[in-house]
């Protein structure tokens, strides 16, 4: 019975953990960029669009596809960063923890 409690005190643990972890991706913000720079996003640690920087020189009505692009482009590489901090962010917390491969815990 003493074990089961240590196992359900460390299950509740592990919970706020995680919860802590997902409060922390919310506040986390990281950047996109595309075009050597001149399109920029900020993106939350859960991949939340918070804002978009675009040069100037890039608003030119006969190069809207051109900048689409780079939006997606830019918005792609600040996903991909947020998707790895919260992965660094879940391998901290579960380090040493018997997880199954491929579980995703955010």
Known sequence: MRDMMGLMKQAQAMQQKLQDAQ???ETLEVEGTSGGGVVLVRVSGKGALKAISIDPSLL??????????????AMN?????ADRAAQDRMADLTKGMPIPPGLKMF
């Open 60 to 73: 030119n009505v006969d190069e809207k596809e051109i900048l689409e692009d780079l939006i997606v482009a």
């Open 77 to 81: 590489d600040a996903r991909g960063k």
């Open 23 to 25: 409060e922390e991706l």
